[in-house]
Every structure is written in structure tokens, then in C-alpha cells.
């Protein structure tokens, strides 16, 4: 048991804490399982780019997917400059695997 559920004891704020809690680890697990499909997909594409000598960054793109995501981050309350930072993450590892797979292909 948690701090937090000792100190709250058998209280409705307990029970609320618990469940969402449960939301919490529900949307953890579909967030992993959303990002092992985008990972697919991506592995997919660096293939693709490897086996028509394509470069693993497409800096355009990207840019453009940046605007997007900040747009829609700012249209679903959730700030901008986070959302940024959390694709920035995710194409960093996506270029990282698109080189390893040029590399594997020889390019």
C-alpha cells in the first residue's frame, strides 16, 4: 500500500484515488502498445528508405509534423512545448533506427 492509501485510510477519497489510479495504468498500457505499433510502422519505413538509398531524416517532414503536433496539443489542452519535446524524443530514435537499418542494408 502506498503512503498516499494508508494516509487516506478507508475514505471515498480512497476509493476515487484507486480508480484513477486504474484509468491511469489503462491509458500507461495503451500508450505502450500505441508506441510498439508507431514502431512497427517506422521500422517499416527504414527499410523502405534503406532499399531506395533514401537519407534516414527527412528534416522537412519532420518540421511539418512538429506544427501539426503542436497544434493539436494545443487543441487538446496539453501544452505545446511538451508535445514538442515528446516527438522530438520519438523521431531521434526513429532516425536512429532508420540509420541502423541503411547501415544493415550497406547504404
Do not use: W, Y
Request: charged share 30%; with cysteine; net charge negative.
Amino acid at each position: 500500500m502506498s503512503e498516499a492509501e494508508t494516509k487516506l485510510g478507508e475514505s471515498p477519497a480512497l476509493s476515487e484515488l484507486k480508480a484513477l489510479r486504474a484509468s491511469i495504468d489503462n491509458i500507461d498500457a495503451a500508450l505502450v502498445h500505441m508506441l510498439a505499433e508507431r514502431f512497427k510502422c517506422t521500422q517499416k519505413v527504414g527499410v523502405l528508405k534503406a532499399t531506395n538509398d533514401l537519407p534516414p531524416a527527412d528534416p522537412a517532414r519532420e518540421k511539418i509534423q512538429i506544427e501539426r503536433l503542436r497544434q493539436l496539443a494545443g487543441d487538446a489542452n496539453l501544452d505545446p512545448d511538451f508535445a514538442e519535446k515528446f516527438l522530438n524524443f520519438i523521431v531521434k530514435e526513429v532516425i536512429r533506427h532508420h540509420e541502423a537499418i541503411a547501415a544493415e542494408a550497406g547504404n
